[in-house]
């Protein structure tokens, strides 16, 4: 991540999740971050990040059976994640 307001330089750089493919993630309010991914297993899961506490996930659990990264929307107005992937048949809503 970087601030825009300085020259450069990294505000925080973690590593989100463990596997090789793509990654998403959706700001849920101004320090709460939740970023879709997959594990060393290839399974797909999601991991939900308090800024304000650094470089450790608040929660990390498995996202569904889907094969591609999860696309991630949330709804601030019904407190509503939305999560999605290429290919899938369904719209998980949590």
Known sequence: MFDVRQDNTDTLKVKCH????????CWVDDTTLITSGFNKQALREYAIWDMRKGTEAVHRA?????????????????????????????????
């Open 18 to 25: 463990d596997g090789p493919k793509a990654q998403k993630n």
């Open 62 to 94: 498995p996202l569904g059976d889907g094969k591609g990264v999860g696309h991630l929307y949330f709804d601030r107005a019904h407190q509503l994640l939305y999560c999605a992937g290429r290919g899938d048949m369904q719209i998980g809503i949590y």
